[in-house]
C-alpha cells in the first residue's frame, strides 16, 4: 500500500510540531508549505534529522509552492498568525481571511481529494471560509477546536479530582471563543458525571465554576504566559488525533467544528459539536439534549460565530 501523504500548510510553531508527532507516528509522508522561504525547507531537514534517533521512516520535506501537496490524503491548516497578548481571536479575522483564500484555493487545485483540518483563528468562522474559498464537500472540511478545549477542561478537572486524565471525558460544544460551553452535565469521571461528583462532596459548584471559566480563557492564559504567541503543544495534538481518526476510519466520536444543517436548530453553520469521524471525514453529527441554561449558552456562542460570517462576508465580497 502506497504511504499516505500529509501536507501541512504553515510552518510555524503549531506547523512543525504537527510534523514532528505526525513523522513519530508514521502517519505517512509529510509535506511542510508555507510562504517563507526557507522555513518549511530547514524545519522538514531537521525534522527528518530526528528519524534515524526516534526511529521513523516518515519522509520530510519543505515547500513554497502549492503543487507539492498534490495527492495529499490529510491537509492541515495552521498558515496565519496567531493572537499576541491583548488581542482576542476575532482580532485576527482581517489578515487570515485573506490566508484562508489563497490556502483555499491551493487545495482546490493540488488537493481536492484531502481530508482537511482547519487550525487558524478565529477558528468557526475561518474553517467557514476556508471551504467556501476551497469548495470541497462539507464533510471533509473541518475545524480544530473542540479536542483542544476538552483537554484543556479535562486536564483542570482531573487536577481538581485528583484522578489520572485518562478517567476524565470531558465534554465542550459551541464555538473556540471566550462563549465555548463546557458541558458538566456530560463530563465524567470513569462515568460519574461531575454533576454527581459534586452531590458527592467531591468538588463544589463554585470550583467547577472557576473550572470551566478557567477552560473558557485557556487560550488567553497561554498567550499571556508566553508573549509572543500562543499555545502550539495541545493544538497540534489535538490536530494529529483528528487526522488518525480519520485515516484508521475509527468512527471516533470528537468534539470537531463542524457543519451542521438541520441539528441543533441551525440551518447551515460551522461550529463545534460531536462528530463521528471516519473514512469519510465528518460522517455524523451527534444532536444530544441540551437543559436550557446549556441551551442559551450554546445559542450565544453561534450567535457569535454568525456575527464573525457577516464581518467575513463584509470584507470579501465573493464570501456574500
Ligand atoms: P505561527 O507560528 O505564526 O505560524 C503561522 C505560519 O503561517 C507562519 O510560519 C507564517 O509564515 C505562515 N503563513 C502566513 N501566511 C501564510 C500563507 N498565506 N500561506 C502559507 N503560510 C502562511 O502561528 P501558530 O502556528 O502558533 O498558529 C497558527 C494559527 O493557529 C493561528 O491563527 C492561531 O491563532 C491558531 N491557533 C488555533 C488554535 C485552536 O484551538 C483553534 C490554538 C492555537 C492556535
Known sequence: MARKKIALIGAGMIGGTLAHLAAQRELGDIVLFDIAEG???????????????????????????????????????????????????????????????????????????????????????MVWALREFSGLPHNKVVGMAGVLDSARFATFLAQEFKVSVKDVNAFVLGGHGDTMVPVTRYTTVSGIPVDDLVKMGRSTKERIDEIVKRTRGG??????????????????????????????????????????????????????????????????????????????????????????????????????
Open 219 to 320: 487560550g488567553g492564559e497561554i498567550v499571556a504566559l508566553l508573549k509572543t504567541g500562543s499555545a502550539y503543544y495541545a493544538p497540534a495534538t489535538s490536530a494529529i488525533a483528528m487526522a488518525e481518526a480519520y485515516l484508521g476510519d475509527q468512527k471516533r466520536i470528537l468534539p470537531c467544528a463542524v457543519y451542521v444543517e438541520g441539528r441543533y436548530g441551525l440551518d447551515g453553520l460551522y461550529v463545534g459539536v460531536p462528530v463521528v469521524i471516519g473514512a469519510n471525514g465528518a460522517e455524523e453529527v451527534i444532536e444530544i439534549p441540551l437543559d436550557d441554561e446549556a441551551k442559551k449558552n450554546f445559542q450565544v456562542s453561534v450567535d457569535a460565530v454568525k456575527e464573525l460570517l457577516v464581518a467575513c462576508k463584509q470584507i470579501d465580497g465573493s464570501l456574500a
Open 39 to 125: 522555513i518549511p525547507q530547514g524545519k522538514a531537514l531537521d525534522l527528518s534529522q530526528c528519524g534515524p534517533i526516534e526511529g521513523f521512516d516518515a519522509k520530510l520535506t519543505g515547500t513554497n509552492d502549492y503543487a507539492d501537496i498534490a495527492g495529499a490524503d490529510v491537509v492541515i491548516v495552521t498558515a496565519g498568525v496567531p493572537r499576541k497578548p491583548g488581542m482576542s481571536r476575532d482580532d485576527l479575522l482581517g489578515i487570515n481571511l485573506k490566508v484562508m483564500k489563497a490556502v483555499g484555493e491551493g487545495i482546490k487545485n493540488h488537493a481536492p481529494d484531502a481530508f482537511v483540518i482547519c487550525i487558524t483563528n478565529p477558528l468557526d468562522a
